[in-house]
């Protein structure tokens, strides 16, 4: 059994935590409701957490990729964060708020999600830490064969045309990054798809047990609701001449697409290494609720579209917009 020396463990729950409090730090700042109280007691709580974390990690040797003694090429990025935590409140001192907020998006993304994704991949010790001895989801005892690191297993046996799927998804999703026009049909099928790709995987994997498929249902139909309790983001408009959308940029699209995609993976890698859990009802329902949930979310942004777009004060011809 893996256990946590201290460093590993300070390191692990400054991780976790700056994960967790970094995007409720982000969100304050966003959309026409500021929240800056909120935003600088997180945001503080955040870049301590963060500094800890790139500390810590410098007293934990490198496991592959050895340079200098301990160090490795892993070390380099709490050299990173360290100079971009420093960076962002330059930027913040000189009164340069969109370079402060850039900094810290960019480093949220890089050190939070993408670091985080490879530091917790199966085959490290954290990660096998989290997905075998914690959760189950790795035979006990597994052991890459010949030595070949999980990633390499994992990405050699993906069939080529999940790769073309994530590379279309992920087009996708940048599309919805910036202001865009957008018909009715267009904004009522992608999600359909995206919610059928989901319930498709949840059945496929767990032959549609009841259990599973109310799980599934209730947090879906949760996560609409809320959702559709929120308003629309701030310069929506509907062309009722065109029956066309005009949707601001955001990146909230590409982090639900890529959602139900990584978790339709995630749950595939899983039952590969670990066909077991198909019977395992826990794995199943945690499965159901966390794909019920980005659908839901998915299908309540477009609910809200259509349900605005039969307000008279929010439908309106083109003409309108430029008057």
């Known amino acids: 059994m893996q256990t946590l020396s201290p460093v590993v463990a300070i390191h692990l729950a400054s991780a976790l935590g700056a994960v967790v409090t970094g995007p409720i730090a982000l969100w304050a700042r966003?959309?026409?409701?500021?929240r800056p109280k909120l935003h600088r007691a997180f945001g503080y709580v955040w870049v301590t957490l963060m500094t800890v974390t790139a500390i810590s990690a410098l007293f934990?040797?490198?496991?592959?990729?050895?340079?200098?003694?301990?160090?490795?090429?892993?070390?380099?990025?709490?050299?990173?964060?360290?100079?971009?935590?420093?960076?962002?409140?330059?930027?913040?001192?000189?009164?340069n708020i969109t370079g402060h907020r850039k900094t810290m998006q960019n480093l949220y993304f890089g050190a939070c999600v993408v670091a985080g994704a490879f530091t917790l991949a199966p085959g490290r010790f954290l990660g096998n830490l989290v997905w075998g001895q914690w959760l189950g989801l790795l035979p006990a005892g597994y052991t890459p064969p010949q030595g070949q690191p999980m990633l390499a297993q994992i990405a050699a046996n993906t069939p080529l045309w999940v790769w073309a799927l994530l590379a279309g998804l992920v087009a996708l999703g940048l599309s919805q990054t910036r202001?865009?026009?957008?018909?009715?049909?267009?904004?009522?099928?992608?999600?359909?798809?995206?919610v059928a790709f989901s319930a498709f995987g949840l059945a496929h994997d767990f032959s549609s047990t009841p259990a599973v498929l109310?799980?599934?249902?209730a947090t879906a139909a949760l996560a609409l609701a809320v959702i559709n309790r929120r308003p629309v983001p701030a310069g929506t408009q509907y062309d009722s001449a065109q029956r066309e959308f005009v949707l601001p940029?955001?990146?909230?699209?590409?982090?639900?697409?890529?959602?139900?995609?990584?978790?339709?993976?995630?749950?595939?890698?899983?039952l590969g290494f670990n066909p077991g859990l198909r019977a395992d009802t826990?794995?199943?329902?945690?499965?159901?609720?966390?794909?019920g949930l980005s659908s839901g979310l998915f299908a309540g942004r477009t609910v809200r579209l259509l349900r605005l777009a039969r307000r008279p004060a929010f439908n309106r011809p083109a003409a309108a917009f430029n008057a």
Request: proline share 4%.
């Open 60 to 95: 934990i040797p490198a496991q592959v990729g050895r340079l200098v003694g301990d160090f490795g090429p892993i070390h380099a990025l709490s050299v990173v964060t360290l100079a971009m935590l420093a960076l962002s409140f330059w930027f913040l001192a000189r009164g």
């Open 249 to 270: 940029g955001s990146w909230a699209p590409m982090v639900l697409i890529l959602s139900i995609f990584l978790i339709k993976y995630a749950v595939g890698v899983s």
């Open 30 to 34: 966003k959309g026409s409701t500021q």
């Open 179 to 194: 202001t865009r026009r957008a018909s009715l049909a267009r904004v009522t099928v992608l999600p359909l798809g995206l």
């Open 282 to 291: 826990g794995f199943a329902l945690a499965v159901a609720a966390l794909s």
């Open 214 to 217: 109310a799980a599934w249902l």
